[in-house]
């Protein structure tokens, strides 16, 4: 590959990349994203733009699954106050492995990859579940490309 990120997630933005799988066992994650795109001025972008990326693959080394959390349904109070009336399940181990491995097969759609504390990360996304959150942490991310698609 002609360009290639370690461990600079934050150059990035996630919002609407699809990730397609390619490889997924219990300590390495490696997704085709489409519509990643960068941000100007990091050492992998000499534009002055954002720029999308054609066709990234990203790695995730020493992947570890911490827990999946599906979507619930949300109703608001005449206060304004956001409640739900669902339970909220959160699967950990080999439930959400198996869970997140089912969405992944079917490509994922992020809407937000972050921190949620220290060397902490989540992905809300969408797939077959209409909404669901990750928790992981990893050793090392690799991101990969061999060109722009055009600005972001």
Known sequence: M???????LSDFEFHDVEFTLDVFDHNLLRV?????????????????TNMEIANAFITFEGFNLLSYEPGRAWQQDENGKFFSTD????????SAF??????LDSGITIFDLGIKEEFTYFIDALSKDPFFTICF???????E???YKKEA
């Open 145 to 147: 490309w061999d060109e």
């Open 98 to 103: 198996s869970r997140f491995s089912e969405q």
């Open 32 to 48: 085709k994203a489409n519509h990643l795109n960068i941000h100007k001025k990091t050492e992998q972008n000499s534009h002055e």
């Open 2 to 8: 002609k360009y290639i990120s370690i461990d600079n």
């Open 137 to 143: 942490t990893f050793e090392s991310v690799r991101i």
């Open 87 to 94: 339970p909220q399940i959160i699967l950990t181990d080999h």
